[in-house]
């Protein structure tokens, strides 16, 4: 019987705390629209990594029409406390040239052993990668 309690606590605490993330990531996304709002040339993307023991990682870029960098964000860690921050060398930065330099510093050579994507480099690919699939479709 305390085996059920116990993993009832932990499922109501996983909730809530799931949700407190959730709302910070919502507040820390319209606060980032909201000061592109109105320019229709800058679009938003997200990407996240999550892991199952380590801590994962979420990503927003602005991106404007022509595929350049405006602003990044980033988030990595485990608990409902991180805050993005902002990453300021990928500013003005082409998304493609983000994406090959991210892959290229992180694919492993023939001889070494095959190495797990860092978070926040999974979760800046992602957002990259959205980016360069929709925008063309935005602009058709």
Known sequence: MNLIIIACLILVMNYALTFIQVRHYRKSMEKLISRYRGNSDY???SGQSRRMLKSGSIAMLIVDKDYNIIECQVMKGVSVLT???AVERYKGLHVGTLL??????HTPSKD??????PAIT?????AAENALMTIPKKRA
């Open 112 to 117: 070494s052993k095959k190495k797990k994507i």
């Open 83 to 85: 805050s993005f921050k």
């Open 43 to 45: 679009y938003l993307f």
């Open 100 to 105: 090959s330099d991210l892959h290229d510093k």
């Open 122 to 126: 999974a979760a800046l690919m992602s």
